[in-house]
């Protein structure tokens, strides 16, 4: 795979971690199942009480927030810096609506 922004692949090579990358690409796979914004709760990405520190990981690093559904619970917002990220692993995420 060509990287494109170098920059943006060596800060997050330091920092983001084999369980967080994982996570990070499970719900951008699965962002086209829920209009861009996958749930945190009751999604087809089964969150562990283990995974909350990555999905934590995932908010320092500024490539996700979250936001609450008062009748569903919690989803994912990428952010443009999330987005230009999933493309570097090959995910388009580029019609989702960005924080």
Not at 4 to 28: G, P
Not at 37 to 48: A, E, I, K, Y
Request: net charge negative; proline share 1%.
């Amino acid at each position: 795979m060509e990287v494109k922004n170098k920059e943006l692949e060596k800060e997050l090579k330091m920092e983001i971690t084999a369980e967080s990358k994982e996570l990070f690409e499970a719900y951008a796979k699965d962002a086209d199942n829920w209009s861009g914004n996958p749930w945190v709760t009751g999604g087809n990405v089964r969150l562990t009480k283990g995974q909350r520190g990555n999905l934590s990981h995932l908010k320092k690093l500024e490539l996700v927030d979250t936001e609450c559904d008062e009748e569903f619970g919690e989803y994912i917002i990428f952010t443009e810096k999330g987005v230009e990220y999933a493309k570097e692993l090959e995910i388009d995420l580029s019609w989702v609506r960005v924080k």
